[in-house]
């Protein structure tokens, strides 16, 4: 059954679901638009479930897309921990299913941006910092409870691979491969929750070419904008959507 949207509604859903095409396969930061259009759409924490299959769908394309790309050691290093992070935001919705977790999350994106920032001012300052186990684990660990509980961890990756200094490709591809994994392994959590439910499949099909549209379109931009400023617009991405997250 399709939800009952006014024309306008319909158009939003139809931007978004652009958005996460465009996420997908280019520029990560741009994932806060369809987080805070779907959550106008669909109020309150029951907006997560009914964008994971559409995640899972723009995940499916930006692998295909940029798989040879991949960096599998930064994979590696941030799904274990990430996991551990699912499990600890699907135990918080549990408990505290009416907290407001944005203002939170986008604090911490907005600490880690201003830290990218002092790092490009001050090359030399921290410079192995970003290789650690321990960075990787705290960065994976954050990617997973932002994901579970907003859908928001966009962000979070876009600064642990900016940080890493991955070149445009390996950042897309790397990307597609660890989110792809964390989304699918969300989905029994977020059917427990109830929030995946069979009568928002029909609505998640009929966005499924916009989607794709919006990959191809964040592939384009990538082969088109020059490493540099690649790097530029993922860190004012990221600022940005530190700011939309704590007003919104």
Same mark, same amino acid.
């Given at each position: 059954m399709?939800?009952?949207?006014?024309?306008?509604?319909?158009?939003?859903? %139809?931007?978004?679901?652009?958005?996460?095409?465009?996420? =997908?396969? #280019?520029?990560?930061?741009?994932?806060?638009? @369809?987080?805070?259009?779907?959550?106008?759409?669909?109020?309150? $924490? +029951?907006?997560?479930?009914?964008?994971?299959?559409? /995640?899972? !769908?723009?995940?499916?394309?930006? &692998? /295909?897309?940029?798989? +040879? @790309?991949?960096?599998?050691?930064?994979? %590696?290093?941030?799904?274990?921990?990430?996991?551990?992070? !699912?499990?600890?935001?699907?135990?918080?919705?549990?408990?505290?299913?009416? $907290? =407001?977790? *944005?203002?939170?999350? #986008?604090g911490i994106v907005a600490m880690l941006a201003l830290l990218q920032l002092v790092r490009n001012w001050r090359p030399t300052l921290l410079t192995n910092v970003p290789h650690t186990p321990g960075f990787a684990w705290a960065m994976g660990l954050l990617a997973g409870v932002t994901t579970m509980v907003a859908n928001a961890a966009g962000p979070v990756m876009a600064l642990y691979l900016l940080a890493v200094a991955l070149p445009k490709e390996a950042f897309v591809g790397t990307a597609a491969w660890f989110f792809l994994l964390i989304n699918v392994l969300k989905v029994p959590f977020s059917v427990q929750l109830g929030?995946? +439910?069979?009568?928002? %499949?029909?609505? *998640?099909?009929?966005?499924?070419?916009?989607?794709?549209?919006?990959?191809? &379109?964040? +592939?384009?931009? !990538?082969a088109r904008v020059p490493q540099k400023a690649f790097d530029t617009l993922i860190l004012a991405f990221a600022v940005v959507a530190s700011i939309k997250l704590i007003l919104f």
């Open positions: 399709l939800p009952d949207f006014t024309a306008a509604e319909w158009g939003l859903a %139809l931007v978004a679901a652009l958005g996460i095409g465009v996420s =997908k396969s #280019g520029l990560p930061g741009v994932s806060l638009l @369809h987080v805070v259009l779907f959550a106008q759409l669909f109020p309150g $924490l +029951r907006s997560t479930g009914v964008v994971l299959p559409m /995640l899972i !769908v723009g995940d499916l394309g930006a &692998v /295909l897309l940029f798989r +040879r @790309h991949a960096q599998w050691i930064y994979v %590696l290093r941030t799904l274990p921990p990430a996991l551990i992070g !699912v499990a600890i935001g699907w135990g918080c919705m549990r408990a505290w299913p009416g $907290l =407001k977790w *944005n203002p939170v999350i #986008g929030f995946v +439910r069979p009568e928002t %499949l029909a609505f *998640n099909a009929l966005l499924v070419p916009v989607i794709i549209a919006g990959l191809f &379109v964040g +592939r384009i931009v !990538v």
